[in-house]
């Protein structure tokens, strides 16, 4: 068995690669990556959609129901389901797009925004490769005015891990009009007497609900005591996961708390 099983797979191999000539926009798409998965179900006819990846089966979103068809992530499973087109994110699925790419297979990669004003592009780029108008991308909303006098937000999430200066989020947050509570760049583990002596106007829990453990630093009485529960905000967790239309619902409900 072990023997056949390699001329086997090169047999399927063949017989899903692309037919020479193959051109306009794509029928049979696949998704390798979470990001991806959620931009085709908002964007894609669902019968041109080959399948989405697993991922998308553990972080669900309100516009991605059981309907839509998933493959197991294999290679195997993916030439089975002989797409024209497999997206995926930059950092997702290295191995098996770079075989998928060696056998003829057509891969988009498509990096993540890094910036509000990437978004657009993002879903521009994908909105081309589906064959769709670019012109239905979303708008990002007009940026507001920050606070006067300015009012310090912190975005806490699992593990007393907050977000600070250089990230996505902080362009989220002041976009809002908020002012970022921390000054430093990327993701800080984050000191609860500081938190204590100078406290932010607001904090933003960002966190995964199940995780109990990793959520033992919101639930701190020094944290606790420091901000009024009046002042802790929540948002759906999946909303900070992936850069995308959805971002906009995030700002202006940012906004609408600054308010």
């Known amino acids: 068995m072990l023997k056949k099983f390699p001329t086997r797979l090169l047999l399927l191999l063949m017989a899903c690669l692309p037919a020479p000539g193959m051109a306009g926009p794509a029928q049979r798409v696949v998704s390798l990556d979470l990001c991806t998965d959620w931009m085709l179900a908002r964007y894609a006819d669902p019968a041109k959609i080959a399948g989405l990846s697993p991922l998308n089966r553990q972080y669900p979103v309100p516009w991605l129901d059981s309907s839509w068809p998933v493959h197991d992530g294999t290679l195997e499973q993916i030439l089975q389901l002989k797409p024209d087109l497999v997206i995926t994110g930059e950092y997702n699925a290295f191995l098996t797009r770079a075989r998928l790419k060696t056998l003829g297979m057509r891969v988009e990669i498509l990096p993540l925004p890094k910036t509000l004003v990437d978004v657009t592009a993002y879903e521009q780029r994908l909105l081309g490769l589906l064959g769709l108008p670019v012109a239905s991308a979303s708008i990002a909303p007009p940026a507001a005015k920050p606070a006067a006098p300015r009012k310090r937000l912190l975005l806490l999430g699992a593990n007393g891990i907050g977000t600070g200066q250089a990230t996505f989020e902080n362009g989220v947050m002041e976009h809002a009009g908020w002012t970022n509570y921390l000054q430093d760049e990327g993701y800080i583990r984050l000191d609860l007497e500081r938190i204590a002596t ?24 020094v944290l606790q005591r420091a901000v009024p529960k009046e002042r802790w905000f929540t948002t759906d967790y999946w909303r900070w996961q992936c850069p995308g239309p959805w971002t906009w619902d995030l700002i202006r409900q940012l906004n609408q708390w600054l308010n």
Do not use: E, G, V
């Open 198 to 221: 100078d406290p932010p106007d607001a904090i933003l829990w960002a966190a995964p609900t199940s995780q109990a453990l990793a959520n033992r630093f919101a639930d701190h009485p």
